[in-house]
């Protein structure tokens, strides 16, 4: 069983499938804590509905990213935090939060790494017209959506898609492949093998 | 009933897996000549067993790109091809080319494009560590394989593949795909709508 940190600004509907899994016993492991930038974001419902603890942790209130990851640390430190899982969580992290937590930072991102990444995943797929589209699972490194891939899922796209239909297909997709990965991340199954000679650190999954 | 030309460089296996659509008859095609740059290409081979014209045209033997495109111009136009398919061509072809067969030039390309252009698609996959990889087929423009994209089919990468394994995977589903592109061309399905205030020229695939 591992403790999971779950960062939100949003709906929270990743940080739901987490607690579904939980549920329906698919994944072993508990929400410790639930911290949003946003005061108003919907995820902090669904973990209250779910008994979790809660934390609104203010941006605008920090000089710089660096203390408000500071902020964020403290309070999943507090909670015994195992694992942290970025779920629609729009702020760049930094050094300070991923120095705290090794190779145990996690991002979902809406398309297939490294194709579209940053904020705008679907407008940028729909833009350039792929045919199949997908979301990633992956370690968070200091870039942004540049981090050792852990899993990716696949969606096809139709000729009628837009940025609003894309999504939703592949936030279902999301839906299955977090848990999943946290799964593995449960059994113990995860491992990183640092880059050599410039190369991108390898993820090992464990059969 | 289409007249393609087949541009190759190498071992063809694209080129044979036309052949051998037309010949169960799920593609409604004739190949009316077969290019190669390479005068040892294997696919030359695969185009003589068929009873299809070949030419070898050496571009060494040109000053420039476009010389050397006019000239494979002259052969594709001597057999009245309707449709010039880029199988394994390992040249970068010029608006010579493209401005005489307007979106009418068909590229296959082992990548889920705009992931990993190029010319080392798969070592530059296992490099960055992606979990699904795949194949491209699209329309050639004056980019290196940024042109409007007709379709694309996935592969699973596991954790043994490497640059050799990925390859043949990606191969068995491009022998797949490029012919059924081409049967959409045959069929007449395929139009283009040229990218209004700078956005991309986009694909319409009528049902």
Redesign the interface.
């Known amino acids: 069983m591992i403790k999971l940190g779950v960062l939100i600004s949003g709906s929270g509907t990743n940080l739901q499938a987490i607690f579904d899994s939980i549920e329906k016993k698919t994944l072993d492991a508990e929400v410790a804590v639930v911290i949003s930038n946003k005061a108003e974001a919907v995820g902090l419902e669904r973990a209250k509905k779910a008994a979790v603890p809660t934390h609104f942790v203010d941006h605008k209130k920090f000089a710089d990213r660096a203390s408000f990851d500071s902020a964020v640390v403290d309070v999943l430190r507090d909670h015994k935090v195992d694992w942290v899982v970025l779920a629609g969580f729009m702020r760049i992290v930094t050094p300070m939060l991923l120095d705290s937590f090794p190779n145990r930072v996690v991002n979902i991102h809406p398309s297939?790494?490294?194709?579209f990444p940053g904020a705008h995943a679907h407008r940028d797929a729909i833009?350039?017209?792929?045919?199949?589209s997908?979301c990633t699972v992956h370690l968070v490194d200091a870039g942004t959506d540049t981090g050792?891939?852990?899993?990716?899922?696949?969606v096809p796209v139709s000729?009628g898609d837009d940025e609003a239909s894309l999504a939703q297909k592949v936030l279902y997709v999301e839906h299955q492949l977090l848990p999943r990965v946290l799964q593995q991340a449960a059994e113990g199954r995860i491992s990183v093998e640092p880059g050599k000679d410039g190369?991108?650190a390898?993820?090992?999954?464990r059969a």
Chains 1, 2 share one sequence.
């Open positions: 297939l790494l490294p194709a833009a350039y017209g792929v045919k199949i997908g050792p891939i852990l899993a990716q899922a696949v000729e190369e991108r390898r993820v090992r999954i």
